[in-house]
DNA sequence: ATCTAAATGAAAACGTTTTTCAATTAGCAA
DNA sequence: TTGCTAATTGAAAAACGTTTTCATTTAGAT
C-alpha cells in the first residue's frame, strides 16, 4: 500500500466503475510493489490471498486501469507487456533494471527540440513517445561482481 | 529490394547459417518495405509468392536475422512484436506513423547526457534505451483532414 | 555425385488473451 | 433494510501467437 491506492479506486469509481472486492484486492497488489508485474505475475500474487480470484478478472481490470490510465504498460525487459501503478507526475519514463526488474522513474526526457525538430524534418504530426532506459541497478551489479569473485 | 539483400545474405552466411530460398524470400520481404510488419505480415506476404513456405520458418528466420541484428525490432502502434530491416547505420530509433505504420529513421537522440545523470543519480549501470516516436506522417494527416471536410 | 548436418513443414504442444454465459454482487431506489 | 438491475464475476471454451517435436528434405562441403 505504498503508492496511490484510495485515490486509484476513487478515480474508478469516477469513470463509473464499480468498486468490488477483486478490483481492489487487484489495485492493491500493483500498488504494493515497484516492480512490474505481467498479468500472470498479478494473477499469481492476488490469488495467494484470494483463491477465488480468476485470471480473466485480472485482465478485465488491467484493461479498465490502463483505459483510466491508472498504470502504466512497459515494454522492454523481456515481456511484452507489464504493468506499473502509475506514480503521482503525469508524463515519465522508467528506467529498468533488466536483472530483478526494479524500476525507477524519471520524469525530465527533455526530448521537446529532438521532437520538434523530427516534426520538422518529416512532416509527421507527433503525438507521443515511449523511452525506457535499460540497466543493472546498484544491488544487482554488486551481487554479480560478488558471484565472479567466487570463481 | 530496396535495402540489403545482398549484404543480409552475407551476413546470415557469415553467421554460420545457410541461405535457403525460404530465407532468401523472408528477407526480401522484410527488406522490401519501409513498414514494420508483425510475423503473421512477414508469413502472408512470404506466403503468397511462395505458398510452401510455413509459417514456423517465418519465425525461426526473424529469430535468426535478429540474433544477428540485421533487423529491428519495434513495439509501439499496437503489436507487441514486430520487425523492420536494418538501415545501414548501427545505432538508431525509430518515428512511426500510428495510422499506415511508416517508419522514419533517426540516428541522433542524444539522450547520452540524460543517460549520464540517471545513470549518476540513481546508481544503476545503463546499458541501452527504448525510444520510439509515434504520430502521424503528412499523407494520413491529409486524408484525414479530407474525410473530416467531408462531414 | 555423395554425404551430413542444418533446415524445413506439419502437427501438436504450450502459453497468453478473449469470448461466452449463467450466477453473483455493488450501488441505487424505495 | 430490502429489493432491483445493470455491472461484474468465474469457469470453460475459443481464439491467438509462439515454440517444440519429428520425420523428411536440402545446402554446401567433399
Redesign the interface.
Known amino acids: 500500500m505504498i503508492y496511490s491506492d484510495k485515490t486509484t479506486e476513487q478515480e474508478l469509481r469516477r469513470g463509473g466503475y464499480k468498486l468490488t472486492t477483486q478490483r481492489r484486492a487487484i489495485i492493491g497488489t500493483i500498488a504494493g510493489t515497484q516492480e512490474h508485474l505481467t498479468p500472470a505475475a498479478i494473477y499469481e500474487r492476488v490469488h495467494r490471498k484470494h483463491p477465488s480470484i480468476g485470471l480473466v478478472t485480472v485482465y478485465r481490470t488491467i484493461d479498465i486501469l490502463a483505459e483510466l490510465g491508472l498504470i502504466c504498460e512497459t ?2 525487459g523481456g515481456s ?2 507489464s504493468y506499473l501503478m502509475r506514480r503521482p507526475s503525469g508524463h515519465h519514463h522508467h ?1 529498468i ?2 536483472d530483478c526488474g526494479r524500476v ?1 522513474d ?1 520524469t ?3 526530448l521537446e527540440k ?2 520538434r525538430r ?2 520538422k524534418e ?17 544491488e544487482c ?1 554488486r551481487k554479480q561482481k560478488e558471484q565472479s569473485r567466487l570463481c
Chains 1, 2 share one sequence.
Open positions: 515494454h522492454a511484452c507487456r528506467l533494471c533488466s525507477v524519471f525530465d526526457c527533455d529532438l521532437e523530427l516534426a518529416t512532416n509527421f504530426k507527433i503525438n507521443g513517445h515511449l523511452l525506457e532506459f535499460l540497466g543493472q541497478c546498484r551489479s
